[in-house]
Nanobody, 121 residues
Framework: QVQLVESGGGVVQAGGSLTLSCVASIDIRFSLNDMCWYRQAPGRQRELVAAISSGGTTNYTDSVKGRFTISLNNAKNTAYLQMNSLKPEDTAVYYC??????????????WGQGTQVTVSS
């Protein structure tokens, strides 16, 4: 139904920037509701970082407000996470997550494979 391909992770020094991309291949029977970025650091629970609805409404976890920006290209079903002023505590595996609605009015969720972001001090 939905396939997600993430890219853009890597190693960066503190204060640097990275942009993550998530391309969603969505079957014609489904429509996009929202796309989100989660992250999971070693020994910690997965947390929501940023979310954007198909209408463009965004929200962010407090720790990234003012530093991260999520955006969505609806025509390409692609979400981006622009990360600026990165800190060592941003180090984690970042996962793309998408919610879609089927033509039979049922919601589905899908996860990407994750991309590693490492911020060195």
């Amino acid at each position: 139904q939905v396939q997600l391909v993430e890219s853009g992770g890597g190693v960066v020094q503190a204060g640097g920037s990275l942009t993550l991309s998530c391309v969603a291949s969505i079957d014609i029977r489904f429509s996009l509701n929202d796309m989100c970025w989660y992250r999971q650091a070693p020994g910690r629970q997965r947390e929501l970082v940023a979310a954007i609805s198909s209408g463009g409404t965004t929200n962010y976890t407090d720790s990234v407000k003012g530093r991260f920006t999520i955006s969505l290209n609806n025509a390409k079903n692609t979400a981006y996470l622009q990360m600026n002023s990165l800190k060592p505590e941003d180090t984690a595996v970042y996962y793309c997550h998408v919610d879609v609605l089927s033509t039979w009015n049922r919601g589905y969720s899908n996860w990407g494979q994750g991309t590693q972001v490492t911020v060195s001090s």
